[in-house]
């Protein structure tokens, strides 16, 4: 069975930061782009960012550039996601996702594009 369990989320106030880890198992995702995404209260699910089987490539929302890297060790089979420069409107439950597409480079940032998805771990940030 293929789980993905994200965990580090939080209470931080705005202006810090926090370190998302996703570590996946039933299945090595090593060949596979990945990606996370966020739900706040009554909005819809957002691309946060993604990231390429090779690591090379990434992408990410408008929202968070600059502030967020996403990342990988494949060795370990996690995902990553450091957020930094928090802002109330980061608050959501952020999701860990990886896709069944293997050995491409495209940064895949639709929801329908992935597979398998986490729990979600919520993320405050008080202002």
């Known amino acids: 069975q293929v789980q993905l369990v994200e965990s580090g989320g939080g209470l931080v106030q705005a202006g810090g930061s926090l370190r998302l880890s996703c570590a996946a198992s039933?299945?090595?995702?090593?060949?596979?782009?990945m990606g996370w995404f966020r739900q706040a209260p009554g909005k819809e699910r957002e691309f946060v960012a993604g990231i390429d089987w090779t690591g090379g490539f990434s992408d990410y929302g408008n929202s968070v550039k600059g502030r967020f890297t996403i990342s990988r060790d494949k060795d370990k089979n996690t995902l990553y996601l450091q957020m930094n420069s928090l802002k109330s409107e980061d608050t959501a439950v952020y999701y860990c996702a990886g896709t069944g597409y293997a050995y491409t480079t495209v940064v895949l940032s639709t929801s329908s594009s992935y597979t398998y998805w986490g729990q979600g771990t919520q993320v405050t940030v008080s202002s």
């Open positions: 039933g299945r090595t995702f090593s060949s596979n782009s």
